[in-house]
């Protein structure tokens, strides 16, 4: 796996969810923004509030916590 690689797991219409070694949160932000364009004028940000399962926004990967975390964006 690329070391900064992005990976949209999950897409909704206002949401969605992200498996990615960049910790830097405005270069995240805007990768998932390139890859997954939101095609209105908002654009993908971090969300404020933790994942509906509850876990914290974000929280470290299942498969690789020492280099990945997941995060969630909302526009």
């Known amino acids: 796996m690329d070391k900064e ?12 969810s992200v498996c990615s070694s960049i910790e830097n949160i405005e270069k995240l932000k805007n990768k998932v923004n390139e890859m997954n364009p939101t095609g209105i004028t908002s654009r993908w940000k971090l969300a404020p509030e933790k994942f509906k399962t509850g876990e914290d926004n974000p929280h470290p990967c299942e498969k690789n916590p020492q280099t990945r975390k997941h995060y969630l964006f909302c526009c």
């Open 5 to 16: 690689e992005v990976e949209i797991y999950s897409n909704g219409a206002c949401f969605c």
